[in-house]
């Protein structure tokens, strides 16, 4: 028994930094290596890890053709049936935090006719409770609160966020503020990245901020979440749902690719590792002995000396002069100044 505890905790330990923290694919994108923030990490690179992930749910898919997969050797494939909402929500289980950010890229087929459709989020909710929802349902202040993105009739992108305070019965749901935004293209991938923040009660200092292609479209603050300082976000919600009382024009599909949920700012897809902060030229600083200082301070203070002696031949006190002229000769005779002082008094 205690052999296969300890086979187990090497096999953890050596899979270490390759997985998100709690769950997922193995992190695939190089700029993502070395962080530590990391809580859930989707690449669908592989289809069976892929179609278990989703459960093998209505309206999930997998493909690997190139041109609908942006990064790695897969992408999530959704197909939506004319008539119906799916496919379903799947919310998995992260740790515990005040703040999360997820990133995600989505690609709409070309020509597809947008419905009110929901994107990735996050969810609080308290122990106890199975999920995170609860539509149509106002949060207490201690039971949950949640926020994801979603795009409405016209194709533009909005939070879709439930908080104590929400005007309605159903989610908050505020638009872009920040600059302009046009109309979501069919047939190209966006990146999209939101970060909800709770407030620290009873403060009202929540926040959302929203980046489209790595660019801030949308932040807002003073917001309210929660009552109680335990009731912290704890589920990835990945969603392409279409929801309320609307249902899927007709048949078509879009895809999902590379999310992540971090505790910081995720931004693009990078290439590359990061590299190393450039802390500048090593700079190496002579070493002089006690020998070579005291030297230096003698040429320095013989120097003074000279100088009052030049004063005082310039104001015709020559005795004092001379007087100084011999000081030096006297107590720092290798120096360039006990020569100009020899020289003087010759």
């Not at 293209?185 to 926040?207: F, H, L, Q, S, V």
Request: charged letters at 25%; aromatic letters at 10%.
């Amino acid at each position: 028994m205690r052999a296969a505890s300890v086979l187990l905790i090497v096999l953890a330990l050596a899979g270490r930094g390759s997985f998100a923290r709690t769950g997922g694919d193995p992190i695939n994108e190089p700029g993502l290596a070395g962080r530590t923030d990391i809580l859930y990490f989707l690449s669908f690179d592989e289809e069976s890890r892929t179609m278990g992930w989703c459960r093998k749910g209505r309206g999930y898919g997998w493909t690997n053709a190139k041109e609908n997969v942006l990064f790695g050797t897969g992408a999530l494939e959704v197909s939506h049936t004319a008539g119906t909402h799916y496919p379903m929500e799947v919310h998995p289980a992260i740790d515990e935090v005040d703040k999360a950010h997820v990133r995600w890229y989505r690609k709409w087929e070309e020509g597809y006719d947008f419905t009110q459709h929901k994107m990735p989020g996050v969810y609080a909710r308290a122990k106890g409770r199975r999920s995170g929802g609860g539509a149509g349902i106002k949060p207490t202040g201690s039971d949950k609160y949640s926020c994801k993105l979603y795009i409405d009739f016209r194709g533009m992108p909005h939070f879709y966020s439930y908080k104590p305070d929400q005007p309605g019965r159903y989610g908050w749901s505020p638009g872009v503020n920040k600059g302009s935004v046009k109309k979501m293209e069919t047939g190209r991938w966006y990146c999209y990245e939101m970060m909800i923040k709770a407030n620290n009660p009873p403060a009202k200092d929540g926040e959302l901020k929203m980046w489209l292609d790595g660019r801030l479209v949308a932040h807002y603050d003073g917001l309210h979440y929660r009552d109680v300082p335990d009731l912290k976000i704890n589920q990835f919600t990945y969603s392409a749902y279409v929801g309320g009382t609307w249902t899927t024009k007709r048949a078509q599909k879009l895809w999902d690719d590379q999310i992540v949920v971090a505790r910081n700012y995720i931004g693009p897809i990078q290439r590359e590792r990061p590299k190393p902060k450039a802390t500048g030229p090593v700079v190496i600083k002579p070493v002089i002995t006690a020998e070579e200082a005291k030297a230096a301070a003698g040429e320095k203070e013989a120097g003074r000396l000279f100088q009052m002696a030049r004063r005082a031949e310039r104001m015709g006190q020559r005795p004092v002069a001379a007087s100084l002229y011999r000081q030096i000769i006297e107590k720092f005779p290798e120096t360039q100044a006990a020569k100009k002082a020899k020289e003087k008094l010759e």
